[in-house]
Nanobody, 128 residues
């Protein structure tokens, strides 16, 4: 079982930056989990943003954030990060951290249903 707590959201102007953090409390070792970030805007489905494998060696991004967002993890501190640069108004959403056991197929980790542990979310608002 994994408990996830996101932080770092807020209000920022277009072109600005934010860094989200997700602290994990795990019954198993943190390195047994792939981690992901998803987001959900009002009236829209929750969508994939980025994922990082258990070791941090592999990352994957949605096309809409590629080149602007960076996912990383600190396994010694049980924390995953999402650095968001050049933010746009369309990035406005609630951002959710997610965790899934490392045996799950890496290719599946762009889908919401692949993750079974979720945080409560943190609001990111980008003004134009």
């Amino acid at each position: 079982q994994v408990q996830l707590v996101e932080s770092g959201g807020g209000l920022v102007q277009a072109g600005g930056s934010l860094k989200l953090s997700c602290a994990a409390s795990v019954g198993r070792t943190f390195t047994t989990y792939h981690m992901g970030w998803f987001r959900q805007a009002p009236t829209k489905d929750r969508e994939f943003v980025a994922a990082i494998n258990w070791s941090g060696d592999y990352t994957n991004y949605a096309d809409s954030v590629k080149g602007r967002f960076t996912i990383s993890r600190n396994n010694a501190e049980n924390t995953v990060y999402l650095l968001m640069n050049n933010l746009k108004p369309e990035d406005t959403a609630v951002y959710y951290c997610a965790a899934e056991f490392w045996t799950t197929s890496w290719d599946a980790l762009t889908t919401r249903g692949a993750f079974h542990s979720w945080g409560q979310g943190t609001q990111v608002t980008v003004s134009s």
